[in-house]
């Protein structure tokens, strides 16, 4: 039988929420560590409630977001800059996890379908 719940480890690594919290204060969401403490239960139980997509297609996402001509490799988030109409400006290893962010699927394939970018 297969865990749901096999993504917790990646909200609770330290590591993915060091890198979650330079993209947040990159994007200027900084508003205290209580709140962004709240922040990330609050997306946490979401995802608990609701269920992320399978490790596999997490997986698959993170390597189509590489070959992405709007991803910062450098922060790991979906927009090329800060202020930059591109994109939808989150993480990607937590973006990933939602089963559709966008009717479509991530930003560049809801915004831009028929260019076959992007992951649905
Ligand atoms: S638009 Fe989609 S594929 Fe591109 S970086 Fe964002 S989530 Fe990844």
Redesign the pocket.
């Known amino acids: 039988m297969k865990n749901r719940f096999w993504f917790i480890p990646l909200l609770l690594s330290p590591r993915l929420i060091r890198e979650w919290l330079v993209v947040v204060r990159r994007e200027g969401h900084y508003q205290g560590r209580w709140k962004v403490t709240k922040q990330l239960w609050v997306a946490g139980w979401s995802l608990v409630i609701r269920g992320a997509v399978t490790r596999s297609k997490w997986e698959a996402?993170l390597r189509?977001?590489e070959?992405?001509?709007?991803?910062?490799s450098t922060t790991k988030?979906?927009?090329p800059f800060l202020g930059s109409p591109?994109?939808?400006h989150?993480y990607?290893e937590y973006?990933?996890l939602e089963k559709k962010?966008y009717p479509r699927?991530?930003?560049?394939?809801h915004h831009l379908s028929k260019m076959a970018?992007?992951?649905d």
């Open positions: 996402r189509v977001c070959e992405c001509p709007v991803f910062d988030t979906c927009g591109l994109g939808c989150c990607r973006l990933c962010p699927g991530c930003w560049i394939r970018l992007g992951w």
